[in-house]
């Protein structure tokens, strides 16, 4: 029974996963109000720049299985479980994170801006840094750029996003100078 397996299979992953140190204590779950809750979250800091909808498990880019995109100056398309598992895999509000790099995608769609790569993508970065900053500060969450970062350095891939210790980089940079060095530095 379908009901029945989720059940075992939600069971053995919490069983697992304390062991394995891999989810935090009291991670959360990320579920369509969280992803929209930090949207809401994101736009009050970056909604001047660019005010795209997320949309969740939607594939709303055309994508072959959802994870994280961002297609045009309207439009961010995530999977829940997609961003449940990096919560999981690198620190509570990666998501947060992810979301953000992505919302940088839509203020490059919306500026017009568009950089040879990896700069297209550290750029993106930079703006998930510079939300980092301004969720510790203003919203009052705990610090989670270490956790980004260990992220972002995971997705990195030589080319389209660049390297380890470039994502590293950028995501930091973003994170203590702010958007607009985001926008005109890099
Ligand atoms: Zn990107």
Redesign the pocket.
């Known amino acids: 029974m379908k009901t029945a397996r989720t059940h075992s299979l939600a069971q053995a992953a919490a069983a697992l996963t304390p062991a394995l140190g891999l989810m935090p204590a009291g991670a959360a779950t990320v579920n369509n109000t969280y992803i929209q809750n930090s949207a809401t979250e994101i736009r009050g800091q970056l909604g001047g720049y660019a005010r795209p909808t997320v949309y969740v498990n939607q594939r709303a880019c055309g994508e072959p299985s959802p994870s994280?995109f961002?297609c045009g100056p309207y439009t961010i398309s995530v999977g829940t479980s997609f961003l449940q598992g990096q919560e999981n895999s690198y620190g509570n509000y990666v998501a947060k994170f992810i979301i953000a790099?992505?919302w940088?995608?839509s203020i490059q769609f919306t500026r017009g801006i568009n950089k040879r790569a990896p700069l297209?993508?550290l750029q993106?970065?930079c703006v998930g840094g510079i939300f980092a900053k301004y969720a510790q500060t203003t919203l009052r969450y705990p610090s989670f750029i270490e956790s980004a970062v260990r992220s972002a350095r995971a997705a990195a891939d030589y080319s389209t996003?660049g390297t380890p210790s470039q994502r590293d980089y950028y995501s930091r940079y973003g994170y203590a100078n702010g958007l607009s060095a985001c926008l005109n530095n890099i």
Do not use: L
Request: glycine share 10%.
């Open positions: 994280a961002a790099h992505e940088g995608h297209q993508e993106a970065d996003h």
